[in-house]
């Protein structure tokens, strides 16, 4: 199978399959006589397992790690489930900051009149100060200190 090939079968992009080759992420097809890429049904098998973990939002040292212990026949499932749950965590931290984030877009776009004047408390929030606080000296930003309902 060619790299346009392992393309379509894979879901991942040629760019993103010779990035994930030159990052060594994955180990490089073998080459043709003529310089082209030539993919075996154990390539297209990893480059699947890894576009199954990028779509479950895994990054691409988490990723290697993945790879590593599936690989790996006396692994642990323990050290799978570890990561595994990390991510869940990391991706629950994301989530909360996500929840931030609308809360408080929701909360100035009610107050934003959206109407001919010029005055805009969107535009007054991203040029005060401060918002240029670091966020770990920000005051938190929970759902019910804007009335919304969590």
């Known amino acids: 199978m ?12 040629v760019k993103m399959l010779r990035y994930y080759e ?9 080459r043709s006589l003529s310089g082209y ?7 297209i098998a990893m480059l699947r397992f890894v576009r199954r973990a990028r779509d479950l939002g ?12 599936w690989q790996d026949g006396s692994r642990a ?15 629950e931290q994301r989530r909360r900051e996500l929840d931030e ?13 959206g109407d001919d004047r010029p005055d805009c408390p969107i535009l007054s929030s991203l040029g ?5 606080e670091p966020k770990s000296k920000r005051k ?11």
């Open 128 to 132: 005060s100060e401060e918002d240029a």
């Open 22 to 30: 030159e990052i060594g992420l994955v180990r490089a097809a073998l």
């Open 140 to 150: 938190k930003v929970s759902r019910r200190s804007f009335g919304v309902a969590g």
């Open 37 to 43: 890429r030539v993919y075996s049904d154990k390539n």
């Open 58 to 69: 895994f990054q691409v040292k988490q990723i290697a790690s993945l790879l590593d212990l």
């Open 77 to 91: 499932s323990a050290d799978v489930k570890s990561l595994a749950l990390d991510h869940v965590r990391e991706l």
């Open 101 to 113: 984030m609308i809360a408080t877009l929701e909360h100035l776009a009610h107050h934003c009149h």
């Open 2 to 13: 060619n790299i346009g090939e392992a393309s379509k079968a894979t879901g991942i992009s």
